[in-house]
């Protein structure tokens, strides 16, 4: 069983920055491919970014790449997701995951564990 917690969310002005993260308990995560999704009040779930087990491959949805950077430490069981150049449309919960594939659209399927989620609300 695996645990996951988000943090790192907050208010931030437009073009702001925010770092995330994912602490994983409970079972390692050496053996997952990890992602982040998020969602707004009526809007389906996003896949925003995932990282393959061992780090080496990254991928991101069109709409936050080159702003956003995932990462992580299986040391310390962490996932990151740094979100820089942050727009109003950036707003919503975000979500980490654990699960097996991660595409290349940033999207992680086969996700058998995901956590509360963290609050990321981008206004002036």
């Known amino acids: 069983q695996l645990q996951l917690a988000e943090s790192g969310g907050g208010l931030v002005q437009p073009g702001g920055s925010l770092r995330l993260s994912c602490a994983a308990s409970?079972?390692?995560?050496?053996?997952?491919?990890m992602g982040w999704f998020r969602q707004s009040p009526g809007e389906e779930r996003e896949g925003v970014s995932c990282?393959?087990?061992?780090?080496?491959?990254?991928n991101y949805a069109d709409s936050v790449k080159g702003r956003f950077t995932i990462s992580r430490d299986n040391a310390k069981k962490m996932v990151y997701l740094q979100v820089n150049s942050l727009r109003p449309e950036d707003t919503s919960v975000y979500y980490c995951?654990?699960?097996?594939?991660?595409?290349?659209?940033?999207?992680?399927?086969?996700?058998?564990?995901w956590g509360q989620g963290t609050q990321v609300t981008v206004s002036s």
């Open positions: 995951a654990a699960g097996f594939t991660c595409t290349a659209d940033g999207t992680l399927y086969e996700y058998e564990y």
């Open positions: 409970g079972d390692t995560l050496d053996y997952y491919a």
């Open positions: 990282i393959n087990y061992s780090g080496r491959e990254t």
